[in-house]
């Protein structure tokens, strides 16, 4: 079997599992880490900013794999996640974006050494800009929201991005594309309760979005209204309202419920070895416990926009 046919076998495995992919030259990389660097210089990506944010960004440049022949953006559908929890006697369903939901990795990990291992090939995960690495390689396009969208799958998916030493056989490079849908509507532009996408520049304005502010440990600016958190972490209401979304906005898989005791304990902001075992299986696969400050912080913030909670304890009221 020739590289080409490894290549075509390891994009129709990802195909049968509903999984869509692209795979270009590793010698992008430096392209893309060049622009990375050109958006911290030039203020795009804000240094001033969450500190997470930055670290993420540094990471992207210094990563060096000098075995890598080509990269591999894989696109796999997910949906947004519901999560219910209860606080006096009632019960509260907040969201979850369909990119942080991380059960799926192993299994993308598997085809891919599945086809690859056995011809000698290595793969490791790469820490690159997979939005911008999914649309220069054909594999998405950008919407003016600056979310990436696959066709049949709209942008309720998750981007995973492998270097591999498979030699490149076919690079499909181009310039990023914006949705054909994106002309002429201004939904998501309407609909971002903090301004964050300006229709008279690309990129998003950074540390206007919600998203932005829920992920970081930093309290919350006085500019942002309690009733816009709806996610425990992110936000949906561009995506929710966007056209291309049409034929996926109302997928949703329940993912858990809390009783009003578990409730409790997060709001507390208690770490992982001090919840119980059971509480803790409920975010398997999430990643949100990694900090139960920031976590208890937003699950506050959903419930209070609801009129659940009110400040210094429950409320009775919707």
Not at 229 to 248: E, R, S, T
Request: some cysteine.
């Amino acid at each position: 079997m020739d590289n080409q046919d490894i290549a075509g076998r390891l994009q129709s495995t990802l195909s049968e599992h509903g999984f869509k992919s692209s795979i270009v030259s590793a010698s992008h990389a430096s392209e893309l880490r060049e622009t990375i660097a050109e958006h911290m210089e030039s203020g795009v990506i804000d240094r001033r900013g969450y500190r997470g944010y930055v670290a993420f960004f540094e990471k992207m440049l210094s990563q060096q794999v000098p075995w890598a022949q080509s990269i591999v953006a894989i696109a796999v559908p997910r949906p947004v996640l519901e999560v219910i929890f209860a606080a006096d006697g009632q019960k509260r369903s907040t969201l979850i974006p369909p990119t942080y939901e991380h059960s799926v990795d192993a299994t993308v990990k598997t085809i891919i050494e599945g086809v690859l291992a056995p011809h000698g090939y290595r793969f490791v995960r790469a820490e690159l800009p997979k939005k911008l690495l999914a649309a220069r390689s054909g594999l998405a396009r950008y919407g003016k929201n600056n979310i990436a969208y696959v066709k049949g799958m709209g942008s309720y998916l998750r981007l995973l991005t492998f270097y591999t030493d498979l030699p490149t056989v076919a690079d499909r490079w181009q310039d990023p594309q914006v949705l054909d849908e994106c002309a002429g509507c201004a939904a998501c532009i309407n609909k971002c309760p903090a301004g964050a996408i300006d229709p008279d520049r690309f990129y998003l304005r950074t540390t206007r979005c919600l998203t932005y502010h829920n992920e970081s440990p930093d309290p919350f600016p006085s500019w942002i209204d309690e009733s816009w958190h709806h996610c425990l972490v992110g936000c949906m209401k561009c995506q929710h309202f966007c056209p291309a979304n049409k034929d996926v906005r109302s997928w949703r898989r329940h993912l858990a419920e809390f009783t009003e005791e578990e409730t409790a304990l997060l709001l507390k902001g208690l770490p992982a070895c001090d919840l119980p075992p059971t509480l803790v299986a409920k975010f398997d696969d999430l990643g949100l416990l990694e900090e139960p400050v920031v976590l208890a912080r937003n699950l506050k913030s959903v419930l209070t926009a609801k009129g659940r909670l009110v400040a210094g304890g429950v409320s009775t009221g919707e």
